[in-house]
């Protein structure tokens, strides 16, 4: 799906800003994206340090915008998400992704982003020592799963200045910003 022109490409043995050895990795690929348009996604690996960070960006210049979406079946659950590294994500009651130095800029889809939320509320309640919040934290991965199993809505929100970002589907509401 949306793949037919791909092109790639790996430069090695380049400086790592991190740790300055050379042992880091360029890639480069291009790819087509129905109803969005071409996009460049570049990541850089440090095989050294580990060192990671992925991005990316539309070919075309594209406008400030915001998305939201309603997840309401299983189907909605495979609708693709392009999220750059500038993107805030957010789910209501959920959480909030926010774009930084941390931030990486993927294509996905709303299965993937949802399954990201659900890893990081089982961090907390795998770490949380206050009882009231791991109570929170577990009642809330419930209800993730339950939309995982397309048994419940739920809101995604994407927000990106750059514009770099989007969720595809005639359901989801495009706002300028
Ligand atoms: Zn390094």
Redesign the pocket.
């Known amino acids: 799906m949306g793949k037919k022109k791909e092109q790639s490409n790996t430069l090695g043995g380049q400086l790592?800003p991190?740790?300055r050895?050379k042992?880091?990795t360029l890639m480069e690929s291009k790819l087509e994206v129905p109803y969005f348009g071409n996009v460049f996604v570049f990541s850089m690996t440090?095989s050294?340090?580990n060192?990671r960070k992925a991005d990316l960006e539309a070919e075309e210049k594209k406008e400030p915008c915001k998305y939201t979406f309603e997840v309401k079946n299983k189907k909605d659950l495979n609708v693709r998400v392009i999220k750059s590294s500038e993107a805030t994500v957010k789910i209501p009651h959920v959480g909030t992704m926010s774009p930084g130095p941390a931030s990486e800029g993927f294509i996905s889809n709303v299965e993937g982003i949802i399954v990201k939320f659900k890893e990081q509320v089982e961090t907390l309640r795998d770490t949380e020592e206050d009882p009231a919040a791991k109570k929170k934290a577990k009642k809330l991965l419930k209800k993730i799963q339950k939309v995982l199993w397309g048994n419940e809505k739920l809101k995604i929100i994407i927000e990106d200045p750059t514009g770099n970002s989007a969720i595809i589907s005639d359901k989801a509401v495009k706002k300028k910003i």
Do not use: E, G
């Open positions: 790592c991190m740790c050895k042992t880091l440090c050294s340090c060192y």
